[in-house]
């Protein structure tokens, strides 16, 4: 409200001291009017006054003449870039008539304007001749402004006015040279990061100074603009059931990984601010791949409950193209999308959402796999004017995924166990963990993959690595090992605590501001376990452990010495039996 007032004062007090020149007060004390010999200069310096007010700035008047304090003050802000149009519209004329109440005792003098029959219309003037006062023009231009016709002035000016340079790095443009008469001036073209255009306004040449005391032919205006940019978002959901997004997240190879991009519009008022490109470039690591499902929505609100009445359709008001060669995927908002956008959404939030799956050339560990997108902004400028490479603003955000494994080595008591013959079982809560792979070396997937199995063996050497587990706790059973060892006797409770980090948007293409808030780390059985690194780079990508299987208890064998015994004594009781049995025959013979 405070900026929307002091526009109101700043385009009154243009515009009355603009045709003050044409006044009867602006005839010097000495009789000196102007000297239609010398012709005019206007010099527009330009500042951003949304910077200038964050640093404590304050709004300067303008009163024509050259205010060296007030660009010194405000050197800091000035705003390059900014293109203005001028166009004569009025010649200044001195006219006396009659009373009509006593057309024989009174005259009245006073200065009017006879302004282009289509400006008129434009103005909402209701006179036939064109012809006004400066009162009558101040009252006219701010009632236009107030019903929206600063489009239509800036159509004005974009096809008939004379384009003044472009300010320079101090803010700076003149045009010299011009006849001497009322102008029209209008901000045509303004950088990317402009919000709002300074509103058309009158400036007569020449026009007198603050004091009513002489002629300013070389005429200072010292406009501000509001600046402005869009918002960039990138968030990942953090699991695939539930609706919080952040920063980063975990997950498994295999599984889908859903993002979404949160842009808020920049202002938008009239065309000189539309938007004419508005595209993203989204690009994972290698680690990622996408899913085409790419969709667009709008909403009112930061939260996203309250969906504009809009619908957005690929391929009529974005495009989606992918590069798979350097995994990324671009997303542009056709002719079609822009003519929605402008104005009718302004500082609405821009919802894209997407998924994409984690695959095999996932980097595990704190390094993680990060997704940048990069969002390319350019305003028009009046009547769709193409901006210039240069007035184009670039945002860009991301998000991490992490992933982990776990590196077992099987070892055994004594020499001769196989390894090989050792069997695991990896589960998350009641939930099997599948994968693929043989010899001791396996990836995670999704169920129902092919070849996808729930059972891990070791290689000969005992090392069994399972590559690609989000942040989560675990239980890995033994269910088989080698001939003549003894199982675990319960599961192994395996914790993997996630890294995190702060990624903050930043203006330009590199996203350099990813700032780790906590390492990866892990337990086993609730006691510390270290993490290996991943290659050279990403620290804490492997939980590392030992499993040890010890020999089984020895029973006494079926058909040992005991057998062996008892078969010795029972011979030897025969053959008494038969040494007894012959004697007795032999005495009862006798």
């Known amino acids: 409200m405070k900026h929307k007032s002091f526009k109101k004062r700043f385009l009154a007090l243009v515009s009355c001291l603009a045709l003050m020149a044409a006044s009867p007060l602006a005839v010097m004390a000495d009789g000196e009017t102007i000297d239609t010999t010398k012709t005019g200069v206007l010099h527009i310096t330009k500042y951003d006054m949304t910077a200038a007010e964050a640093a404590g700035k304050q709004q300067s008047e303008t009163n024509g003449a050259q205010n060296k304090t007030a660009e010194s003050d405000l050197a800091a802000y000035a705003l390059e870039n900014v293109e203005f149009s001028y166009l004569k519209v009025a010649a200044i004329n001195q006219v006396t008539s009659a009373s009509a109440q006593n057309p024989a005792t009174d005259a009245s003098v006073q200065v009017t304007y006879t ?46 006015g004379t384009k003044m340079t472009k300010t320079n790095a101090q803010g700076q443009t003149t045009a010299s040279d011009l006849s001497l008469g009322l102008y029209l001036v209008v901000e045509t073209s ?35 603009n509001q600046t402005g ?20 997240t975990s997950a498994d190879i295999g599984s889908k990984v859903e993002y979404r991009i949160v842009s808020r519009l920049p202002v938008i008022t009239t065309k000189a601010t539309y938007l004419t490109k508005y595209t993203y470039v989204d690009t994972l690591a290698a680690g990622l791949t996408y899913d085409d499902d790419v969709s667009i929505k709008f909403y009112s609100d930061q939260n996203l409950t309250n969906e504009a009445n809009v619908t957005f359709t690929k391929d009529t008001d974005y495009n989606v193209n992918y590069d798979k060669t350097q995994n990324k995927m671009t997303i542009t908002m056709t002719k079609g999308g822009l003519k929605k956008m402008n104005p009718a959404l302004s500082q609405n939030y821009m919802a894209i959402t997407y998924k994409a799956t984690v695959n095999n050339a996932a980097v595990l560990g704190d390094e993680g796999n990060l997704n940048q997108v990069v969002l390319t902004y350019g305003r028009s400028g009046a009547a769709g004017l193409t901006p210039e490479a240069n007035e184009e603003k670039n945002i860009t955000d991301g998000a991490k995924v992490y992933t982990y494994g776990i590196n077992l080595k099987k070892k055994f008591s004594q020499a001769g166990g196989d390894a090989t013959a050792v069997k ?51 239980t890995m059973t033994e269910t088989a090992t080698s001939a003549g060892y003894m199982l675990l006797k319960e599961p192994l409770k395996i914790v993997i605590t996630e890294s995190s980090a ?37 620290l804490n990508a492997w939980v590392k452990l030992a499993v040890t299987n010890t020999k089984g208890f020895e029973l006494p064998k079926t058909g ?25 025959r032999r005495t009862e013979d006798k």
């Open 560 to 584: 040992g010495l005991g057998t062996i015994l008892f078969t010795a004594i029972g011979a030897a009781g025969l053959a008494l039996c038969i040494i007894l049995f012959t004697r007795k």
């Open 502 to 538: 702060t990624i903050t948007p930043v203006e330009g293409d590199q996203l350099t501001t990813v700032v780790a808030d906590r390492t990866a780390s892990a337990t086993v059985n609730s006691e510390n376990a270290s993490m290996d690194e991943d290659g050279s780079t990403s």
């Open 424 to 474: 695991f079982t990896l589960k998350e809560g009641n939930n099997s963990i599948y994968a693929t792979g043989s010899n001791g070396v396996y990836t995670v997937c999704a169920a129902g993959t092919a070849d996808a199995v729930t059972e891990f063996s070791p290689a000969a050497d005992g090392t069994l690595k399972i590559k690609g587990l989000k942040g989560a706790a675990y």
């Open 115 to 160: 302004i282009p029959e289509n400006l008129d219309k434009i103005l909402g003037g209701k006179k036939t001749d064109h012809t006004y006062t400066s009162t009558e023009l101040n009252s006219m231009l701010q009632n236009a402004l107030e019903n929206n016709k600063k489009n239509a002035l800036e159509d004005y000016l974009s096809t008939g």
């Open 229 to 248: 940019q869009p918002t960039l978002e990138k968030k990942v959901k953090r699991n695939e059931t539930g609706a919080t997004f952040a920063d980063t």
């Open 190 to 224: 303004v950088p990317a990061d402009v919000k709002s255009t300074t509103d058309p306004f009158f400036v007569s040449l020449p026009m007198t100074n603050a004091d009513g005391t002489q002629w300013l032919y070389d005429v200072y205006v010292y406009p501000k």
